[in-house]
């Protein structure tokens, strides 16, 4: 089927910045809408970024102006610059991918990656 795989979390004091990827790999047709949520403990997942096909993004205020979401669609991998990095920003942070792919069908499905954990420290 599809795999997504995040990489570029770490711990980073507050004020930093990270870099996270996330690659989509499998029997991909087209990838539509990207995003990436967070998860942090006894928190429910938000969404930080979502990116369509055209290049068209959406932010919560919570991470406007600080976070920034990029796509490559010749290597179905999805970015998120993070800057100005808070102690409030630390989650797990989780790539999604509605993507139409083939097995016997075509099929078009949302896709998840594990997550990668983003810690920022005061």
């Known amino acids: 089927q599809v795999q997504l795989v995040e990489s570029g979390g770490g711990l980073v004091q507050a004020g930093g910045s990270l870099r996270l990827s996330c690659a989509a790999s499998g029997n991909i047709l087209s990838i539509n809408a990207m995003g990436w949520y967070r998860q942090a403990p006894g928190k429910q997942r938000e969404l930080v970024a979502h990116?369509?096909?055209?290049?068209?993004?959406n932010y919560p205020d919570s991470v406007k102006g600080r976070f920034t979401i990029s796509r490559d669609n010749a290597k179905n991998t999805v970015y998120l610059q993070m800057n100005s990095l808070k102690p409030e920003d630390t989650a797990v942070y989780i790539c999604?991918?509605?993507?139409?792919?083939?097995?016997?069908?075509?099929?078009?499905?949302?896709?998840w990656g594990q997550g990668t954990q983003v810690t920022v420290s005061p």
């Open positions: 999604n991918a509605n993507v139409r792919y083939y097995t016997a069908y075509i099929r078009t499905a949302d896709f």
């Open positions: 990116i369509t096909s055209g290049g068209g993004t």
